[in-house]
């Protein structure tokens, strides 16, 4: 293909001889002709002439059009497209400029050098022989290879090694290259990820098949339902059985499936449109394939489309049905323990009643063997009776008073806060007076409203507060013992400070105090589960919190719960 400099100075000479043949019939017709026919033949002669230059011209325009066209696509093709042409030994014979570019290496460093110069080190042969194989087969190898930069860097280059025939005969090799190095890297890369993906998810589902916990997913749009295989084999299910969500739904009892689903329903209410996903924990039972009851706690997240549509639910199952029956037990224990401090408190009230009780009757019979009486009068007998029934009316109020502390029934009720504290010393008064233990409750504030929540479960921690106060300072032998009992209300909440002059709880077990079963008491004196329980009460029957804290003097339990339990 010629340049279009080449054509424009072909297409004047070719125009300058058409005018001169032109000029020199008409100075032949006009001088030297006589013949009217040869003078006629002459004159087509120029027309035609005339007629072929116009088309010769045209011709010319149509054609450097295309080479123009040509031209930009030979260099749009140089632009992007590496070349490069090879000797039957593979040297390099042409190269064009993209081909340096990409390389980094000048022309002239390239011409009559190895194709090699691009091989890496530790390419394998396998590789150039299959290549070399092909192309001297006479066909076109193609393949996806790394080459190596003049700096040492590589790219990846999609190539096409084609022979170069004349006549039928090989003379060289044509090679075709485009620069595939950002997929390549891309395709790595996006390996790479798939393979940390896989080993991660590996990973996880070996963590949850090792473990009693369940992972399950739900996707809203595909109805897609997922179990992780040691949950499906907890819940009865084959490992490879495909199960749906309905599926999963009738394992929970008829009883608790409306709960369940009111329980979701409100979980996806919660939206406000604002947020990605919306946290959630519920638990109900389930009743496996195998027929087995269990409790699970259900936690997780409900995640929303960009237009406030529920997309998919992904969740955690714990089995809790084992914790729950611990909780049960320590319940149970915690019951029997406060029976038994209950127990010992009645004795240690009942002993003055039954002491006075004891005495009225000794002095009526010695009354009556010294002065051999043998009746009493009326006011004397109603003086004595009145007597006995206080005496009693005293003990049955003790029993009402223990039979309500060891009740299950679990009643929310009105109530003020210096009455629970009276009714907790009350039913340790006696202890306390025994062992010269001051107590001391003092109200601040001038906040003095109705509470409402569970006053006996209230009255149970405060009991278990104040007798393990009585019992530590015994232990330490404190030498003047007392009990300070502060409480401080708001519109909103109360809270109740009970101080001892025990000298704290050590700082090495701070953390472990209010852990089931620990204690610092020989077994014949607690079980550990007081204040443990305590807690679970505050925490749970009043959304309140229970703390601990040593001050200079002793330790400092704070009890906060609000007016009203929601």
Not at 422 to 430: C, H, K, P
Request: charged share 25%.
């Amino acid at each position: 293909m010629k340049p279009p400099q080449l054509l424009d100075n072909t297409s004047k000479r070719i125009m300058i001889t058409h005018v001169g043949v032109i000029l020199v019939l008409l100075v032949n017709i006009l001088f030297f002709t006589t013949s009217q026919a040869s003078m006629i033949i002459q004159m087509l002669l120029i027309v035609a002439i005339w007629i072929h230059h116009k088309d010769d011209a045209h011709i010319r325009s149509l054609i450097k059009q295309k080479e123009l066209l040509l031209h930009e696509d030979r260099s749009i093709f140089d632009r992007n497209v590496i070349v490069s042409e090879a000797d039957l030994e593979g040297r390099i014979t042409y190269v064009n400029k993209r081909f340096c570019d990409i390389t980094g290496y000048a022309q002239e460093e390239l011409i009559g050098r190895s194709h090699n110069i691009l091989r890496p080190n530790n390419e394998p042969d396998e590789v150039y022989k299959e290549l070399w194989n092909t192309i001297k087969s006479g066909e076109t190898f193609h393949g996806i290879m790394r080459n190596i930069k003049k700096d040492g860097s590589c790219f990846w280059a999609d190539s096409s090694i084609t022979p170069i025939k004349i006549d039928g005969n090989t003379i060289g090799y044509k090679a075709i290259r485009f620069d595939v190095t950002d997929q390549v890297l891309a395709h790595q890369d996006l390996n790479s990820k798939e393979r940390i993906l896989h080993e991660q998810s590996t990973r996880f589902e070996f963590v949850i098949n090792s473990s009693r916990d369940g992972f399950w997913d739900y996707n809203l749009e595909t109805k897609e339902f997922y179990l992780n295989s040691g949950w499906k084999k907890r819940l009865g299910f084959n490992e490879e059985e495909s199960i749906t969500y309905i599926d999963y739904i009738s394992l929970i009892p008829d009883e608790h499936r409306f709960e369940h689903h009111e329980a979701m329903h409100e979980i996806l209410e919660q939206y406000d449109g604002k947020l990605e996903y919306v946290h959630f924990r519920i638990r109900y039972p389930l009743v496996t394939k195998r027929g087995e009851r269990i409790l699970i706690e259900d936690v997780g997240d409900a995640f929303f489309s960009p237009e406030h549509a529920p997309t998919r639910i992904t969740g955690f199952h714990r089995d809790i049905t084992e914790q729950e029956r611990q909780n049960r037990i320590i319940e149970s224990q915690n019951r029997a323990a406060a029976m038994g401090e209950m127990i010992s408190n009645i004795a240690h009230q009942w002993r003055q009643p039954i002491a006075a009780i004891n005495n009225t009757l000794n002095d009526v019979e010695i009354e009556i063997e010294l002065e051999e009486r043998e009746s009493i009068a009326a006011s004397e007998f109603t003086e004595i009776a009145g007597k006995l029934r206080g005496y009693t009316r005293y003990m049955s109020q003790t029993i009402d008073d223990f039979r309500r502390l060891s009740s299950n029934e679990k009643m929310r009720v009105e109530f003020f806060a210096h009455q629970v504290c009276d009714e907790a010393y009350e039913i340790v008064q006696s202890e306390y007076t025994k062992h010269a233990i001051t107590f001391v409750c003092i109200e601040l504030g001038e906040e003095h409203g109705i509470l409402y929540g569970y006053k006996r479960e209230l009255l149970q921690v405060f009991i278990n507060i104040l007798n393990n106060a009585k019992d530590i300072l015994l232990e330490r032998k404190v030498e003047h013992p007392s009990v300070k009992l502060s409480i401080k209300e708001s519109a909103k909440e109360a809270s109740f400070i009970f101080h001892d002059n025990a000298g704290g709880i050590p700082q090495e077990i701070m953390h472990k105090i209010f852990d089931p079963y620990f204690t610092t008491k020989h077994e014949s004196v607690g079980t550990g589960i007081g204040l443990y329980m305590s807690k679970k009460i505050i925490t749970q029957y009043f959304k309140g919190t229970l703390y601990v804290e040593n001050d200079e003097s002793g330790a400092k339990f704070t009890i906060t719960i609000p007016r009203e339990i929601l």
